[in-house]
């Protein structure tokens, strides 16, 4: 079983910078893709950056949001940068291993506030 703890979330004000923490229990973290997802209030979840081999950006955060691993240490980092109102939601840290169809493994979610 893995277990996914995110860390990083906290109000800021539009422009500024956050960086969100996710570390993964387990072994062979390495063959897992993982992916920062979020949800705002009233809205479906999306994803919003995944990483494994490479990197995939919703359009919403290209340029301004990157995703990082380290599988060392079995974390992953997303660094948001010129944050906006509308980036506010609960941030999900979640894993799949290479294949599976579906995030089977997800955190508990770390709340990201952008406002004036």
């Known amino acids: 079983q893995v277990q996914v703890t995110e860390s990083g979330g906290g109000s800021v004000q539009p422009g500024d910078s956050l960086r969100l923490s996710c570390v993964a229990s387990?072994?062979?973290?390495?063959?897992?893709?993982m992916a920062w997802f979020r949800q705002a209030p009233g809205k479906e979840r999306e994803l919003v950056a995944r990483?494994?081999?490479?990197?995939y950006y919703a359009d919403a955060v290209k340029g301004r949001f990157t995703i990082s691993r380290d599988n060392a240490k079995n974390t992953v980092s997303l660094q948001m940068n010129n944050l906006k109102p509308e980036d506010t939601a609960v941030y999900y840290c979640?894993?799949?291993?290479?294949?599976?169809?579906?995030?089977?493994?997800w955190g508990q979610g770390t709340h990201v506030t952008v406002s004036s």
């Open positions: 387990g072994r062979a973290f390495i063959r897992y893709v």
């Open positions: 990483i494994y081999t490479d990197r």
């Open positions: 979640a894993g799949k291993i290479i294949g599976s169809r579906t995030y089977d493994y």
